[in-house]
């Protein structure tokens, strides 16, 4: 299924990709010989890869249970985005100005959010799912720190099964959309520090709003 070169890498997209969605729900345990066929690869880098994502906090593992799907629950999505209010305005002052072409990018992977986010059902889900990762990507791409910048991202995708949750849930992805929409503008004004200041204001809001539809 997988190419031998990023192996470990691809497998691991591949169970964060099962995580957000709802394939692998919290709490699940994995049972690594039935993921090891799916996936058409050995238990080795299988366990490889998942001692990685467990690194990472995308799994937990638990004696006599192996590697297990962390609970979802609404404090932690809001504990994710306190810490994300804090660090990233700090990785994006950092940064220097996008060029011509991250505007480009940013503003079509809006644009392709906003067609994704008017559809009913699971894809609207997906697209609110990877919406603020992907925009984190393009912002931090070339911040200096490149130790702070790998942890904001890691923490946007940890938020990424959240979103995807709240959307499934009922929570308006529009309001997601607008307060990614007004980030554009501001870094395409070259107004860093506004859009720093915005996403230190109007991160955890936004979360704790998404937050309240979780079951």
């Known amino acids: 299924m997988f190419e031998r070169k990023p192996l470990r890498a691809q497998v691991q997209r591949e169970i964060r990709e099962r995580i957000v969605d709802g394939r692998l729900p919290a709490g699940a345990s994995l049972n690594e010989l039935r993921l090891a066929g799916e996936l058409g690869i050995s238990r080795t880098p299988l366990r490889e890869a998942m001692l990685g994502l467990e690194a990472g906090g995308f799994l937990t593992s638990a004696m006599g249970r192996g590697f297990l ?59 609110a799912a990877g919406l603020l990762p992907g925009c984190a990507s393009l912002l931090l791409a070339a911040c200096p720190n490149r130790t702070l910048a790998t942890d904001v991202l890691r923490l946007e995708a940890l ?31 070259r107004r860093r520090h506004a859009a720093a200041t915005l996403i230190a204001q109007n991160l955890f809001v936004l979360v704790d709003q998404a937050a309240a539809v979780l079951p």
């Open 159 to 189: 938020g990424a099964r959240y979103w995807h949750a709240a959307v499934a849930a009922g929570f308006d992805p529009g309001t997601l959309l607008a307060y990614a929409e007004r980030l554009y503008a501001e870094i395409q004004g």
């Open 69 to 127: 799907v962390p609970p979802m629950e609404a404090t932690g999505f809001r504990d994710l985005a306190a810490i994300l209010a804090r660090l990233e305005p700090l990785a994006l002052e950092l940064s220097p100005d996008l060029s011509g072409g991250r505007v480009m990018e940013l503003q079509n992977l809006l644009q392709r959010a906003k067609l994704t986010l008017g559809q009913p059902g699971p894809r609207a889900a997906a697209a």
